[in-house]
């Protein structure tokens, strides 16, 4: 059977399929980001403009090996980050400046989280998770799970916050467009559970001028002030931020939100989770569960790649529709609607308290 496809096939027709299969190696990916995570994690974006520096002045300023600095300064124009001028100094290029911490579309902390040796450790152990089931990547290397470990390392801890924040740049934007004829005057007082530093909330908040807002995260998220979203967009006297466990208690809200939350846990957590603000809402409170659904058999989507990230580092999953549903029902809530913004793999889903 084989060679009978490959006799019918052209030539032109296997190069397709063969430089197809090698850009799902990722091996340029593999090493771009190996690369740019070194010259990060070596200062040498804090250091490098757009003024042209030669290896040596680099190495010599953070302490490098001139010779091997230069060869990986030399690898990044090859990514297209820095330009090299005639006298072999280097200089940051418009996508370059991209990897800065400062500069307001930085992807930095994409880089450092998805690049770091702690995700490409646990990621390690994907075929064992796969043949024998849990436990988690983070359990199998680190002995602990990955919330945990986020907690006893700060620095770690700090840019996941960096990848969330981030991943997250677009999404109230999305949301809100999803849920722009929604009519949000019948609520008085919304919730956004595991919130952040209150993105979302903030963009909510700002959109519906009538409206109270809490931000329900981690005490230690909730001490960090100077990062709170609700002052950079005027809404501080409507948005309270609240330290506490979604686990063990919510504030009182009339409606809820949850963004990227239960796709973190398995069943028996989101049961829990979901009970919990079930508790806490009045009975004709409203719920709106924030994910990458997982389409129909066939279907491409960002979620079934994601899913595979959840699988190995936090035990979580990303869901189909029908599998929200259920979580919803088991716990005193009945599914409303499905809300889909026209761009981006998010999808909202409404549920009332039953």
């Not at 006298?87 to 400062?102: K, M």
């Not at 949301?175 to 929604?182: E, G, V």
């Not at 846990?265 to 079930?278: A, K, W, Y």
Request: charged residues 25%; aromatic residues 10%.
């Amino acid at each position: 059977m084989a060679d009978d496809t490959e006799t019918s096939t052209t030539q032109s027709e296997i190069d397709a399929r063969v430089e197809e299969a090698n850009d799902l190696i990722g091996t340029e990916g593999v090493w771009s980001g190996r690369i740019l995570y070194t010259g990060v994690e070596l200062g040498l974006f804090k250091i490098l403009d757009d003024d042209p520096t030669s290896a040596s002045e680099l190495a010599t300023q953070l302490d490098l090996d001139s010779g091997n600095t230069y060869r990986l300064l030399r690898a990044m124009t090859h990514f297209g980050v820095l330009d090299e001028d005639e006298n072999r100094r280097f200089s940051l290029t418009p996508v370059g400046e991209l990897f800065q911490a400062d500069h307001p579309h930085s992807v930095q902390g994409n880089l450092l989280f998805n690049r770091s040796p702690e995700w490409s450790k646990t990621m390690l152990h994907m075929s064992d998770i796969v043949n024998e089931g849990g436990p988690t990547g983070f359990v199998r290397e680190f002995g602990c799970d990955f919330f945990e470990y986020l907690e006893k390392n700060p620095e770690f801890g700090d840019r996941y916050n960096a990848l969330m924040e981030f991943a997250s740049r677009n999404h109230p934007d999305q949301i809100l467009d999803a849920l722009d004829t929604h009519d949000f005057s019948q609520f008085s007082h919304v919730c956004d559970v595991g919130g952040g530093r209150g993105r979302l909330l903030s963009h909510i908040l700002k959109a519906n001028p009538r409206l109270q807002g809490t931000v329900l995260e981690l005490p230690d998220v909730v001490a960090e002030e100077d990062r709170f979203w609700a002052p950079q967009l005027n809404v501080t006297e409507r948005c309270t931020y609240v330290g506490g466990d979604m686990f063990e208690g919510v504030p009182e809200a009339d409606v809820y939100f949850l963004k990227w939350i239960l796709h973190n846990f398995d069943d028996e957590e989101c049961q829990q989770i979901l009970s919990t603000i079930h508790e806490s809402a009045p009975s004709d409170g409203r719920l709106f569960i924030i994910e990458t659904v997982v389409p129909d058999p066939g279907t491409p989507h960002y979620a079934k790649r994601l899913d595979i990230t959840m699988m190995v580092q936090t035990g979580g999953r990303e869901r189909t529709k029908d599998e929200y549903v259920e979580l919803l029902e088991q716990t005193g809530w009945k599914f409303v609607e499905t809300w889909v913004p026209e761009e981006g793999p998010l999808s909202v889903l409404e549920a009332e308290r039953a």
